[in-house]
């Protein structure tokens, strides 16, 4: 055992060299952004000499290996999470057919555009928690019971802040793309869009982040793996969730402009002022501290991107021979985004199990080329697979509800489902180039990585279904007025 061991130790060890950091301003360690996951003890700041750590290691039972996993057991693994996920993203969709019809929503329209970058925070904070809590799990590092709880409170503080902010700022990006086209401004919409975002924003994190710790810790009693359920369970009900509340809040607070004309202020002011709070807390435990000050970049370019594709669904849910589009939206963007974040996360874990920060496998190495992302991987070609059957259940679920505008004829399947394959196809291609490129420079996927996939998910989800609706409208497979 000892043969085996001495050499993995000698990595870890280098590891840690490489990745700590002092602090200019004292003496203090400073965590990098790819050391909270480590496989050994740093996060608890033991010290003590090598006699004695040797001693734990050679005493240690060799358990901390790469989970090994079958396809059909990789698929059975993920096919109930994914299949969850996927009706929580059609509730969500029906949910939007239906309120779109609202005072709310018909008379302040860029609540539209906030739609995909709110739905798009389970990629940005709750998959991201769960690919951290994931690789936690896999690496030890929530075998202790001080240390798990300090890794979940100091993430979900962390997580109620980053809502908060780029709940206001997603708020600022639907107020400034829905005003410069149309160039007209009310304050009172933009007061309303902003508290209604922050306050969903806030609400819907919470409730989600204590779904997802349950999730995390359940897989670890069960023994399965959590990389394979943590990110679809995330969003099962996330959207439905989010959904749920923005419209809720939205027209409660519609409701209230001309006879509470504060309220919306009030209720944004609440929300903003709890930040401090959370933020005091993350910044108590190393790994989140880090986050705190590091961890936006992704978050913010998320939204930014997110919401050009709320852009377009304003834009395409304004025409009426296009309103189809509204139930199957959240459907495209939240199972591209369910598996690819997947397969990121599992990427992620086989990076913190085999590799240093800076360093590659070999067959990472060189020019990156489609071919690679599903000869490396067979949870890619898994993924994949599950594209067809899945959307097929999906779409006959809404065909059975009798929600939506569109009937399903053999012409509007085949361009619906082309659009979804195509999605998820470019973005398992995309993580594979990302989260190997993040782990060359340093950044930890399970923090950098999800934001810009699920991100780019809602973009291209949004774009392609768009394309498609327009296609179908020229060719003449048209009628808008199903479900109503």
Known sequence: SKISIYPRRKVVLNYIARTSVSLSDGGDVRYSETEPMLPEGTLSGEEGDD???????????????????????????????????????VSAGMVLDIVQH??????????????????????????????RLSTAVNVGKMDSPIEKWNLIIGNLALKQVQATVVGFLAAVAAVVLGWIPEGKFQMSHA??????????????????????????VGSKKTGINPDNVA???????????TLAILAWISQGLYNCLDSHPYASSLVCAFFLSLTPVWMVISSKHPASRTLLYSGWEPVITAM???????????????????????????????????????Q???????????????????????????????????????????????????????????????????IFMTVYLAAALLQVFLLLCIADWMVYSMWRSGKDPDSFSIPYLTALGDLLGTALLALSFQFLWYIGDQDSDVGD
């Open 51 to 89: 006699e004695e750590k040797e001693e734990e290691e050679s005493q240690r039972p060799p358990t901390r290996n790469m989970p090994k996993e079958s396809p059909l057991a990789m698929a059975l693994q993920i096919v109930v999470p994914f299949l969850l996920a996927g009706f929580g993203t």
């Open 102 to 131: 609202w005072d709310a929503f018909k008379y302040i329209t860029e609540i539209f555009i906030l739609v995909p970058a709110l739905l798009g925070l389970k990629g940005n904070l709750e998959m991201t928690l769960a690919s």
């Open 231 to 241: 990110t679809p369970i995330a969003a099962s009900f996330g959207d439905l969730i």
């Open 344 to 410: 990121s996360s599992r990427i992620s874990t086989h990076l913190h199990f085999h590799s240093a920060p800076g360093e590659v496998p070999e067959e990472a190495k060189g020019c990156y080329y489609p071919c690679r992302t599903f000869s490396n991987h067979r949870s890619a070609q898994v993924l994949l697979l599950l594209v067809l059957p899945g959307h097929l259940i999906f779409l006959y679920t809404i065909h059975l509800m009798k929600s939506g505008h569109t009937t399903l004829t053999p």
């Open 191 to 216: 007061v309303l869009l902003c508290s209604a975002s922050v306050a969903t924003a806030f609400i819907a994190s919470m409730l989600q982040g204590f779904i997802m710790v349950g999730v995390i």
């Open 304 to 342: 930014v991107i997110s919401s050009i594709g709320g852009l377009i669904l304003d834009k395409t849910v304004s025409d009426p021979n296009l309103a189809g589009i509204v139930v199957y939206t959240p459907v495209i963007n939240g199972i591209g985004g369910n598996l690819v974040a997947i």
